[in-house]
């Protein structure tokens, strides 16, 4: 009884962390600062890319790596989530 409670409080826990890292991107908006947007969500795993285009923009892609865990509980994974911004803006 004491280990089946124990592999549902760990299968719980796995669930509802999955899905909090997933629902902290619903707390952005087009048009967001790029440091509000940060403030919000974190600070990204890398900038994938930078570029000032034709127009005289900068152009910023920057990715973010989510934790999935999957019905298989000990085996997880990663999302990938990129996010734009032009001229510090997200677009």
Known sequence: MKN??????????LILSGCATNSKFMRLS?????????????????????KVNEKGQTVE??????????????YSSYTQYWLSFENGKLA
């Open 4 to 13: 089946k409670l124990i592999f549902l409080t760990i299968l719980s826990f």
């Open 30 to 50: 087009l048009g967001m600062p790029k440091e509000e947007a940060f403030k919000a969500i974190g600070k990204p795993n890398t900038l994938r890319a930078s």
């Open 61 to 74: 892609i920057y990715e973010y790596l989510a934790l999935k865990t999957n019905a298989d509980w000990w």
